[in-house]
């Protein structure tokens, strides 16, 4: 099975006390042993822009097993049509492209996607597979 994932369950596991951390941590676990864990652009920066290096975060990256994948055409192009019908359909500015290119990434090059915005996933992204951390 191949699992995208959000820049929040990554950012937890960084963040070990955090009130996800060990949910996320243990969440990871689970995709890891279940296959490959993929992170589109968008996560890749935003995850980069709590490093000081990019060779810190290079190895961390790794050492979780989180591999780089570059959206496809057909990915990005879907995460733009989605933005702009989610715009023109009154949604408001605090969702970004990002936002649509994580999830169109996960539905059409991961099986799955690992969250804890399920909400929003849910709701835009209606057939695709969502795995979140089990808080208590």
């Known amino acids: 099975m191949i699992t995208a994932i959000d820049s929040s369950v990554v950012l937890d596991l960084f963040e070990a006390e955090a009130p996800f951390g060990p949910h996320s941590r243990e969440a990871m676990r689970a995709a890891r042993k279940a296959g490959a864990i993929l992170a589109v652009a968008a996560v890749w920066a935003e995850v980069r822009a709590h490093f000081d290096s990019d060779e810190h975060h290079a190895v961390a990256m790794e050492d979780l097993g989180i591999e780089f994948s570059p959206p496809l055409l057909a990915t990005a192009a879907r995460a733009g049509a989605m933005w702009r019908e989610y715009r023109r359909a009154g949604g408001q500015r605090s969702r970004v492209t990002t936002d649509f290119l994580i999830g169109a990434h996960a539905l ?3 099986d799955c996607l690992l969250t804890r915005d399920r909400g ?17």
Not at 120 to 136: A, G, K, M, V
């Open 120 to 136: 929003f996933y849910r709701t835009y992204f209606s057939s695709l597979r969502l795995l979140t951390p089990e808080i208590d």
């Open 108 to 110: 059409l090059q991961a």
